[in-house]
């Protein structure tokens, strides 16, 4: 097998989640302009949290971490991968069966856990009502993961980058029909749910197919790989999924207050917009690469891709969250303020997406680290960092939330993420030579901070300049798209001037991942 090109590799996958993204901002626009912060809109927030958690966990934390590093060396050494991977197969699927039809019947409890301050007002059984028609998603977009898992181990990342996109082309075409037909807005949205859960998972069961691997479910077995396998995936399932954890702990906080969780949730899909494209991009990535370097012991080789991974996750995070400091309020408004949201609204939602930019960098930085343990098979080091950073997490939101109110929840979880960071990184020195950024790296970072600072002055300038028409219908849209521009251009120009990064060498990764 071809080795995998890592910075062509993120941008296919860079590309796809950009356009999940990108739709998933607009399914937000929809949802704020359609239902608004308020009762139904805090109890979809919290219901769709609920599968997206348990995915983050079984999927996303737990496959991607124990699953993919055992399933590629398997692949370079032929030691029956396909076996492998479909008794992964049958057991996440009988795990999850099990776990959604316990959750269908204590949905309610789920939600006491999840949102205690909804208990006592309508929000709570709105809550049990949509939780008990989105949960079985969460069945589907696991089993899309380990397909998607596979096809990454292979270096095949299109078909599973693209599979997230499927979700929000069908739940925004749904609320756009159920507004235009006179339908219920919120009903259709939820039922939309598991339906894009079925084509995702078929979208990546076809491609793996295509691919030659044919894994079809089959009575599961407990074998010493199985064993093994969920041995590492526990704790790197805590530790892959502290980030929905401390968000879990913020709306739990913010059920007490009158739209917060709303308000939270707005401002969280807006950081998560840079965050997909480059963090997640940047991990499923990395991981195969350095788990097949680590393997056949090419730790120059995992040297220089864990450093070129972590030079041009910051070159494109550090300007992203200097640009969501500097104008959140612009980049809200125009977005999310029409319909049934409104100024006060944004002014909420862009308190905590500035909150949420200061910790940008942190939450991308977790994705480069902790493949350096995954790879390794060790998931215990990281699963005892993450208890510690949800110490952090849950001491600050709940101690600080009778002092500052709502806003508390969004400042824990961006310490927690520092925090997080801090422990990754004093960890990683355990590992050698290969776990520390190489000088081209030391280098440049500093230039990359410059170069955002700059822009963000940039950025400033431009928001005094265009302020006016930023309040105007009809080209407040356009305004904020030429203020965007405005930010990007002066970045890569000053950037390659001052020697952050070369431009040449985006150019020629996306011709190769083309």
């Known amino acids: 097998m071809k080795p995998i090109r890592l910075i062509s590799g993120v941008l296919t996958v860079g590309f796809w989640t950009l356009m999940s ?9 929809m949802i704020l302009a359609f239902i608004g912060p308020g009762p139904v809109m805090d109890a979809f927030v919290a219901a769709f949290r609920l599968p997206n958690m348990f995915r983050r966990f079984f999927a996303e934390g737990a496959f991607n971490a124990s699953f993919v590093p055992m399933f590629s060396k398997r692949l370079e050494t032929d030691d029956n991968p396909i076996g492998f991977a479909t008794q992964a197969l049958s057991g996440l699927a009988f795990a999850l069966l099990i776990l959604s039809a316990v959750a269908m019947v204590f949905m309610p409890g789920l939600v006491w856990l999840t949102a205690g301050g909804f208990v006592g007002d309508a929000r709570f059984d709105l809550t049990v009502d949509y939780g008990r028609i989105v949960f079985p998603y969460i069945l589907l977009i696991s089993l899309t993961a380990l397909f998607s898992g596979v096809l990454n181990a292979t270096g ?11 979700l929000n082309i069908f739940v925004c075409i749904s609320m756009a029909w159920a507004a235009y037909s006179g339908g219920e807005v919120i009903r259709w ?3 939309t749910v598991p339906v894009a859960g079925v084509a995702q998972l078929a979208l990546v069961w076809v491609a793996a197919d295509r691919a030659g691997i044919k894994l079809r479910p089959s009575r599961p077995r407990w074998t010493p790989e199985m064993k093994r396998l969920v041995a590492v995936a526990i704790p790197a399932a805590l530790a892959g999924g502290v980030m929905q954890i401390n968000l879990l702990v913020g709306q739990q906080v913010a059920s007490h207050f009158d739209k917060a969780v709303g308000w939270l949730y707005a401002a969280d899909r807006l950081y998560q917009l840079p965050l997909g494209v ?12 350095l788990s097949r370097r680590l393997g056949a012991q ?4 995992a040297k220089h891709a864990f450093s070129r991974a972590g030079e041009l996750s910051l070159a494109l995070t550090i300007p992203a969250a200097v640009a969501l400091v500097v104008i959140p309020l612009p980049l809200v408004s125009v977005l999310f303020e029409r319909g049934a949201t409104g100024s006060d609204d944004s002014a909420a939602i862009a308190a905590a997406v500035a909150v949420y930019g200061l910790g940008l960098p942190a939450f991308v930085l977790q994705k480069v680290l902790q493949p350096l343990f995954f790879a390794r098979e060790d ?9 510690w950073a949800m110490v952090v997490n849950a001491a600050v939101a709940i101690g600080l939330a009778p002092v500052i109110g709502w806003i508390a929840p969004a400042i824990a979880t961006t310490l927690a993420g520092w925090v997080m960071v801090w422990m990754l990184a004093r960890g990683g020195r355990t590992l050698g030579d290969v776990a520390r950024f190489d000088d081209r790296f030391r280098r440049r970072i500093w230039r990359v901070c410059l170069a955002s600072v700059a822009m963000g002055v940039v950025l400033w300038g431009g928001t005094l300049l265009l302020g006016p028409f ?7 849209f356009i305004a904020l798209v030429a203020l965007i521009a405005l930010g990007m251009v002066s970045y890569a120009l000053i950037g390659q001037a001052i020697g952050a990064f070369s ?3 985006f150019r020629d990764a996306f011709r190769r991942g083309r």
């Open 470 to 476: 930023l309040g105007v219908a009809g080209i407040r």
């Open 156 to 166: 095949r990342f299109a078909a599973a980058a693209a599979a997230p996109v499927f």
């Open 189 to 191: 949205l939820i039922w």
């Open 503 to 505: 431009l040449r060498e």
């Open 21 to 29: 993204r990108i739709l998933g901002v607009l399914r937000e626009v």
């Open 298 to 301: 090419d730790d120059a080789g």
């Open 379 to 387: 998931t215990k080091s990281p699963f005892h960092f993450a208890v």
């Open 278 to 289: 480059v963090g997640i991009a940047v991990g499923i990535v990395l991981l195969p690469d």
